[in-house]
Every structure is written in C-alpha cells, then in structure tokens.
C-alpha cells in the first residue's frame, strides 16, 4: 500500500517523493484536501462526531479535490468512534465521489494502543480492508470485519456501553470500601484474585488507587462521549438502558467538576466527593 502519491517536477522533489516512502517517513499537509490528494488511502482518527464531519465537509475538506472532486482510487478509513448515522452519512459522500469507505473503530487503551495491540472493528468496503491489514496488523492484535457500514460503529458502543458501566461500578465500590474504613489497597488485592477481575479494571483500580488520574489512558470525556452515543442510538431503537443513562449522568458530573481531560477512572472522584 502506497502511504502518498506524490507527482514530482524537480530532481529534489524526486527526491522528497523517494524519501516520503522509506520507512519511518512523514510528510504533513496544512489541509485534509491536500492528504486526500498525496494518498491513496487516508485514515482519519479525530476527537469527535463534530470533527469528523468537518474533516469531510468543511472548506478544503476531504470532498475538495484538485481534479475535480473525485475520489476516484481513494480509501477512507474512519478511526474516530463516531455514530452510526454519521458514519453513514461520511460512507455515502465518499462512495458517491467514487472514493471506498471503511469504518474501524479501535478497541482499548492508550497503553494498548502503544503496544500495538488494540482490537480493530471494521465495516463498510472489504477490499479496502482487506488492503489496510498490514496497518491493522501494526494497531493491533486482531481486526473483525462485521459487515455493512454500521456495524462496526455499533460493536464498539455496546463494548464502550460495558465499559463503563463497569467502571462506574468499580469506583463506587471503591469509594464505599474507603468510607468503611478499609484499605484500597487490601480491596484491590483481594479484588485481583477473585473471578470478577480483569486486565481492564485491574487498570483503573490501580490508576484509583495511586490517584494517577493526569496521565489519561482514556479521556473521561471520551467515555462519557461514547455513552452519549449508545443513548442516542438506544432511543432510535426505543431500547431502554438504564444503568447507561445512570452511568451517563455520573460521568457528566465529573466532568462538571473537572476531570473532561483526567482519566476515565477519574469518575472515582466524582462519587468520593
């Protein structure tokens, strides 16, 4: 998979081409257009919904091109965890100019995103990705095609769903083991041999435990983002889910109180306080 597509009038910038495809090589652009225009395919992974959008839409968006506002050749890999409609919305505006759409929405942690070894969840084009599994190989341990553009989006807010929900059990047990009197340090021993343990709570209860909420490894607003998101599409689908709507209202609260840019285990001080 070529990363750029370059086209070369001088000897030097025969040479910036040369050296934009050797390994360990970025090339950055002032524009989402101008990406679009040097690439073959593009991945976007940005903020939120209101982002993704105006990488698209807005002026000198990815929809702007040079030769005519064909995507013709192009992937677009959506990374951002978005919703379903939105996603759609991105996905018809691509394949209408020609161009292949793809979401991939990535499961875990910072942590699990430096060690490569993130879950990704695709939907939308299989050729495009089948052409991005080497990019995938590199995010992660393993990658699922799921279908139709969607799907994909819905997987990873039923997963963010659980996750939260969990988390905001833990700390509220956490913070009633602190009122008790008892050590969390004991409670998280204890807490890590018993069956209801994981990698992922194992994580936030030491990050509580040590009160290292500063160094995010998720972005409490990110979690309460997403929450936002699988209420919205529980409403379309007139599902009730009251422990989200609970879990929702918590985390809305933190952030209220500070913590948008703490770690999601910062919800802790929310219920401490």
Do not use: W
Request: proline residues 3%.
């Amino acid at each position: 998979m070529n990363s750029a597509r370059l086209l070369p009038e001088t000897a030097e910038e025969v040479k910036e081409q040369a050296d934009l495809t050797s390994p360990g090589q970025v090339k950055t652009f002032s524009v989402p257009c101008d990406v679009v225009y040097n690439s073959d395919i593009i991945f976007s992974c940005v903020s939120d919904t209101r982002a993704a959008k105006n990488i698209v839409f807005t002026n000198c968006g990815v929809l702007y091109q040079q030769d005519g506002n064909s995507l013709e050749g192009k992937g677009y890999v959506e990374l951002t965890s978005i919703d379903t409609e939105t996603s759609k919305d991105i996905s018809n505006v691509i394949t209408s100019k020609g161009g292949r759409y793809l979401e991939a929405q990535l499961q875990g942690s910072k942590d699990e995103a430096d060690n490569g070894s993130l879950i990704v969840l695709g939907a939308g084009d299989k050729s495009l990705f089948d052409d991005c599994q080497t990019c995938f190989q590199a995010m992660g341990k393993t990658a699922f095609y799921l279908g139709e553009v969607g799907y994909a989006t819905k997987m990873n807010l039923i997963l963010q769903v659980m996750r939260g929900i969990s988390l905001a059990g833990l700390t509220e047990g956490l913070v009633l083991a602190d009122r008790s009197g008892l050590s969390l340090k004991d409670v998280l021993e204890i807490f890590s041999i018993t069956s209801m343990s994981s990698p992922a709570l194992m994580e936030k209860a030491n990050i509580i435990v040590n009160q290292d909420f500063r160094n995010p490894r998720m972005p409490l607003q990110h979690m309460q983002k997403d929450l936002k998101l699988a209420l919205e599409l529980s409403d379309s689908l007139q599902q009730p889910l009251l422990l989200t709507a609970t879990a929702n209202e918590v985390f809305k609260h933190a952030r209220r109180l500070g913590y948008s840019k703490h770690d999601s285990a910062a919800v802790y001080m929310r219920a401490r306080h």
